[in-house]
């Protein structure tokens, strides 16, 4: 099997250098959608957020910006380094942030319950698919009734699907992920396209909001 050049067997990538690249960009549409539809943040009770593999925190930032809590983690000490230098002093209370793996997030006695949110902003499928079920799960439990998923996954027919093909889902395999939610938006993209670092691939994912309903 020939590999395309900007993609190794193991999925790990230069994620600074990746952070440098995306440094200067605004929260992702899927977040901007959830909080949207979620409403003004209560000051007297803020909403809590997980936000999984929170990158270099444009994410988070939004989130404590609009005034949730935000409990967020990701695997690169870099990124919680970043996040933690740029989010302003008077909304560090409402910040918990630790270098942790997805592989280990679902065992984290400290994973809030009762969430309005949880973020996955192109975080999934860099999670080893052995250990994706115990995540999902943990995922789907902490959030209260009503509650919502925001995030992408990646689809079969993505070009990186040759690389780890259990990170990448069929259609019909998203929708039975999902049973218990109800799709606020779903758009499935498929094109030719320069990524974070401008190598281009061949693109098929999944951009969600979905709404916790059982
Ligand atoms: C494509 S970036 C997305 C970052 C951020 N959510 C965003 O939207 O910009 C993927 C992130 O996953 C993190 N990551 C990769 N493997 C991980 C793992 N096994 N557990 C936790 N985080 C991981 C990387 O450090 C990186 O920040």
Redesign the pocket.
């Known amino acids: 099997m020939t590999l395309p050049p900007s993609i190794t067997p193991d999925y790990q990538r230069d994620?600074p250098r990746?952070?440098d690249a995306?440094a200067s960009l605004g929260p992702?549409d899927t977040l901007i959608r959830a909080a949207g539809l979620h409403g003004q943040a209560d000051p007297a009770n803020p909403p809590m957020a997980v936000d999984i593999?929170?990158?270099?925190g444009?994410?988070t930032r939004e989130l404590l910006a609009r005034g949730w809590r935000v409990w967020a983690?990701?695997?690169?000490c870099q990124?919680i380094d970043r996040l933690s230098a740029s989010v302003p002093r008077d909304q560090h209370h409402a910040l918990s942030a630790r270098v942790?793996?997805?592989?280990d997030a679902a065992a984290a006695e400290d994973w809030p319950g009762e969430v309005a949110l949880v973020n996955a902003?192109?975080?999934l499928p860099?999670?080893?698919p052995a250990a994706f079920p115990s995540l999902w799960k943990r995922i789907v439990q902490c959030l209260a009734p009503g509650g919502r998923f925001a995030g992408q996954f990646f689809g079969d027919r993505d070009e990186w699907a040759v690389v780890r093909p259990a990170s990448h889902w069929r259609r019909a395999e998203v929708d039975k992920l999902f049973k218990g939610f109800h799709f606020e938006h779903f758009e499935e993209v498929e094109k030719d396209g320069g990524d974070?670092l401008g190598i281009t691939k061949h693109h098929h994912l999944y951009h969600i909001v979905a709404r916790r309903v059982g």
């Not at 593999?53 to 270099?56: L, M, N, R, T, Y």
């Open positions: 994620w990746y952070f995306v992702r593999a929170c990158g270099e444009r994410d983690f990701d695997a690169t990124a942790l793996r997805m592989e902003s192109f975080a860099f999670c080893d974070a």
